[in-house]
């Protein structure tokens, strides 16, 4: 398949002015960017950055002519590559998307088709484009398969989306949007679901193909430290408007706007150091192993304690069993050996043989909001089932509960009570899930990555929420997260896992105080730096090392 490369860097590719996007609420439409302009050049990447409701994943699919369902574009225009795509045909759009502008999207495992192997929906797109037939498209994906670092590049095309880890999903989706290789690629929040190291990963292929076939770039996010690795020119967004505009390297070093400067200050919250643990664990786990089924073990004797009224971070990567872990918990997956208490109390291994009461005292908040929330209820409904199903409630004294509930998690229940899920952001929906699971007043609640796919800023505050609650209630977190900058602003206790096994645990102070276990070190080098150019000195660091001799742990995802 024939590069791009020859074609000049630096000419003007995508341009729109005074883009204006409605969006419909209940009946009503309603604007959501206000007239921002945006150019982008050929070879460039250009990040979008902002909060939930900023408007970066609406203003990075209009430069594809397309407005997500209950959006309409309604003013300005968008030019790419001369073709004004406000007026063209839906079979130019046709051709044009996928072939010469491709989308990489937040949630992999969402947008693969689960019936199809990767290498049939790699080949797809070349094929139905008449740009390579399906043996050449074939092999034109086992080569960037090998290039983004994929594990047995050869044949891992011949396995479905689930028998592959999120990350290497991810890259999959990357060498998908590159075998047209496109002019343009919107990034839609592509590493926001992922745990650090796996991360780096991803961003050093992006950052390879983007490089070598000299492709133009969206790169949507709302980690500005992300962002700083990835993109020439950073477009700051809030609201649908545009608040500042500048280099990556200005942003960081010189922000103009108190908006730009939160985002940068965010970063730096830790939760106060917590006194000891003197009372009994609410929960404890014994020696569990776990299987899935298939004669490996995914957990190896993990043993967990968990104080009332504490926050215990389970970190590691993907696959390192943290999800496993809290599946085995609330009974989901019982385990092989081993056993899980409450308050004392050995629970049984199955959800299905716990009482009603034993159910409502551990809940679980979610990774995904889209999946856990069911788009055909109401808010109203999400929210009350719990209050009816665990504690009884009905009519009104129902109602009354769930607009308290709203308004813990600092929602409008006027406004918002009788939406559907689909009618809010990615944050509003996540913090229904924890109103639902706050709904039935449990004394621990396991806590699945719930801050990963949220901006910065909308993070801290569900953050500062959760610590409320628990000074007020006693609630009791697990929280599960490959996000160190979550686990210092909300644990008491670290737990740190890697391929199923418990490798570190203590207090905050004492896991992340050096000298660390090799893979708590290699977490915590992972961690993206507010620095221009840290991404390329730390694949540089690492890269002398090897050449040196010296241990650097490899990613599990690998």
């Known amino acids: 398949m024939k590069s791009k490369a020859a074609r000049t860097r630096g000419d003007l590719l995508l341009e729109m002015r005074g883009l204006r996007i409605e969006g419909q609420s209940s009946d009503a439409w309603q604007e959501i960017v206000h007239g921002v302009d945006l150019t982008l050049r050929r070879g460039e990447v250009l990040g979008l950055i902002g909060e939930s409701g900023a408007g970066k994943s609406t203003i990075g699919i209009a430069g594809m002519g397309f407005a997500r369902p209950g959006c309409r574009i309604t003013g300005g225009s968008i030019v790419f590559d001369g073709i004004d795509l406000r007026k063209a045909s839906a079979e130019t759009l046709r051709r044009l998307r996928g072939s010469r502008i491709a989308y990489v999207a937040q949630s992999a495992a969402a947008a693969f088709n689960p019936a199809h192997r990767l290498i049939d929906q790699y080949a797809e797109t070349a094929v139905l484009h008449g740009i390579s037939s399906r043996g050449a498209a074939e092999r034109d994906g086992r080569a960037l398969f090998k290039r983004l670092r994929l594990p047995d590049p050869d044949r891992i095309g011949e396995r479905y989306p689930h028998q592959v880890s999120g990350g290497q999903l991810q890259r999959a989706m990357v060498a998908m949007a590159m075998a047209c290789r496109p002019d343009l690629i919107v990034f839609d929040e592509p590493t926001t679901a992922l745990d650090v190291t796996t991360q780096i990963e991803v961003l050093a292929a992006i950052q390879s193909v983007v490089r070598e076939f000299h492709t133009a770039a969206i790169y949507i996010s709302h980690d500005l430290a992300v962002v700083a690795q990835m993109a020439d020119r950073i477009m700051v967004l809030r609201h649908g408007n545009l608040v500042e505009e500048g280099t990556a390297s200005r942003l960081i070093e010189a922000p103009q706007q108190d908006y730009t400067r939160r985002l940068l200050a965010v970063r730096g919250h830790r939760k106060d150091e917590a006194a000891p643990t003197v009372d009994a664990p609410v929960l404890e786990i014994r020696g569990v192993s776990a299987s899935y089924g298939g004669g490996v073990k995914v957990l190896e004797d993990v043993s967990i304690k968990v104080g009332r009224g504490r926050t215990v971070a389970v970190v590691g990567e993907s696959g390192s069993g943290k999800s496993t872990t809290a599946r085995v918990i609330t009974g989901l997956l019982p385990p092989l050996a081993?056993?899980?208490?409450?308050?004392?109390?050995?629970?049984?291994?199955?959800?299905?043989?716990r009482s009603r009461d034993q159910l409502r005292h551990i809940q679980m908040i979610y990774q995904m909001p889209d999946v856990a929330l069911n788009p055909r209820q109401r808010i109203r409904d999400i929210i009350g089932r719990p209050l009816t199903f665990y504690l009884g409630m009905t009519g009104k004294t129902r109602d009354t509960r769930v607009r308290e509930l709203l308004h813990l998690i600092e929602l409008d229940p006027d406004e918002y009570i009788d939406r559907f899920p689909g009618e809010l952001s990615g944050?509003?929906?996540?913090?229904?899930?924890?109103?639902?699971?706050?709904?039935?007043?449990?004394?621990v609640i396991i806590c699945d990555e719930v801050t990963s796919a949220l901006d910065q800023l909308v993070a801290e505050?569900?953050?500062?929420?959760?610590?409320?609650?628990?000074?007020?209630?006693?609630?009791?977190?697990?929280?599960?997260?490959?996000?160190?900058?979550?686990?210092?602003?909300?644990?008491?206790?670290?737990?740190?896992?890697?391929?199923?096994?418990?490798v570190q645990q203590g207090g905050r102070q004492e896991v992340l105080t050096p000298p660390n276990h090799p893979y708590t070190d290699l977490l915590l080098s992972s961690v993206p730096e507010m620095q221009v150019g840290w991404l390329e000195a730390l694949l540089a660091d690492r890269a002398a090392r090897k050449a040196r001799g010296e241990a650097v742990m490899e990613s599990a995802d690998q």
């Not at 081993?338 to 109390?345: A, D, P, Q």
Request: hydrophobic residues 45%.
């Open 338 to 353: 081993g056993e899980v208490l409450f308050n004392g109390e050995v629970l049984p291994p199955a959800c299905g043989k």
């Open 427 to 443: 944050g509003q929906k996540q913090r229904i899930c924890i109103a639902r699971a706050l709904a039935a007043e449990p004394e």
């Open 461 to 502: 505050e569900i953050l500062k929420l959760l610590q409320r609650l628990q000074n007020e209630l006693g609630v009791t977190y697990l929280f599960i997260t490959h996000d160190l900058a979550t686990v210092k602003a909300i644990a008491d206790e670290i737990v740190v896992m890697l391929r199923g096994r418990v």
